[in-house]
């Protein structure tokens, strides 16, 4: 099974900064990699697929790169509604599906 | 607009048979491509991946779970089953339904559209 490892766990942040979160996947993936924005008590939500694809209605200062074992998620220029846990997740084809352990972004 | 909600019991007993459904709309099984499945959270901590079903009535399922679960669809009525037996209070999660595609020239799509998630305590 593919392990997705995230970090850092939790980041401390202002409005206005930019901030990224990494995530590495035990083999390779190529791009199946997606990336999901949760608030408390909420359902995730789909912000980036296939890496670095923006999924429609998504703020453009959220943006995803890599490809292979190594991926980042960043966060531009931070909004208050940004202040959220993030999740990568692999969908290689014919593999078991996973997810990261989440990354929790806090206000400074 | 695809919408997806789950039901099931809220609570239910150490040993016994989960049984959740996901109701959809705005998306069919008659479409090639279509699939749709479960993902978990227990509270506090990270998403886990379940199962997923395809229009084609392929089926995937987490290694970990794979002797628990059962997932099925009904056409007919644009639902989802999954069913999950001998229950543990370490499986007290939210449980999501979610919708994806898988395109033939392009492969899976990651999960676009969730729904509301049910909360699931299992507790005697």
Not at chain 2, 56 to 75: G, H, V
């Given at each position: 099974?593919?392990?997705?490892t995230?970090?850092?766990?939790?980041?401390?942040?202002?409005?206005?900064?930019?901030?990224?979160?990494?995530c590495?996947a035990?083999?390779?993936?190529?791009d199946?990699?997606?990336w999901?924005?949760?608030?408390?008590?909420?359902?995730?939500r789909?912000?980036?697929?296939?890496?670095?694809?923006?999924q429609?209605?998504v703020p453009?200062?959220?943006?995803?790169s890599?490809?292979?074992t190594?991926?980042?998620?960043?966060?531009?220029?931070?909004?208050?509604d940004?202040?959220?846990t993030?999740y990568?997740q692999q969908?290689?084809?014919?593999?078991?599906?996973?997810?990261g352990?989440?990354?929790?972004?806090?206000?400074? | 607009?695809?919408t997806?909600?789950e039901?099931g019991?809220?609570?239910?007993?150490?040993?016994?048979?989960?049984t959740?459904?996901?109701?959809?709309s705005?998306?069919?099984?008659?479409?090639?491509?279509?699939?749709v499945?479960?993902?978990?959270?227990?509270p506090?901590?990270?998403?886990?991946?379940?199962?997923?079903?395809y229009w084609?009535?392929?089926?995937?399922?987490?290694p970990s779970?794979?002797?628990?679960l059962?997932?099925s669809?009904d056409?007919s009525?644009n639902?989802v089953?999954l069913?999950?037996i001998?229950?543990?209070p370490v499986?007290?999660?939210?449980?999501?339904c979610?919708?994806t595609?898988?395109?033939d020239?392009?492969?899976?799509?990651a999960?676009?559209?969730?729904?509301?998630?049910?909360l699931?305590?299992?507790?005697?």
């Amino acid at each position: 099974d593919i392990q997705m490892t995230q970090s850092p766990s939790t980041l401390s942040a202002s409005v206005g900064d930019r901030v990224s979160i990494t995530c590495r996947a035990s083999q390779s993936i190529n791009d199946w990699l997606a990336w999901y924005q949760q608030t408390p008590g909420k359902a995730p939500r789909l912000l980036i697929y296939k890496a670095s694809s923006l999924q429609s209605g998504v703020p453009s200062r959220f943006s995803g790169s890599g490809s292979g074992t190594e991926f980042t998620l960043t966060i531009s220029s931070l909004q208050p509604d940004d202040f959220a846990t993030y999740y990568c997740q692999q969908y290689k084809n014919y593999s078991p599906y996973s997810f990261g352990q989440g990354t929790k972004l806090e206000i400074k | 607009q695809i919408t997806l909600k789950e039901s099931g019991p809220t609570l239910v007993k150490p040993t016994q048979t989960l049984t959740l459904t996901c109701t959809f709309s705005g998306l069919s099984f008659s479409t090639s491509g279509v699939g749709v499945g479960w993902i978990r959270q227990p509270p506090g901590k990270a998403l886990e991946w379940l199962a997923l079903i395809y229009w084609d009535d392929a089926k995937r399922y987490s290694p970990s779970l794979k002797t628990r679960l059962t997932i099925s669809k009904d056409t007919s009525k644009n639902q989802v089953v999954l069913t999950m037996i001998n229950m543990d209070p370490v499986d007290t999660a939210t449980y999501y339904c979610v919708h994806t595609f898988y395109y033939d020239s392009s492969g899976p799509r990651a999960f676009d559209i969730w729904g509301q998630g049910t909360l699931v305590t299992v507790s005697s």
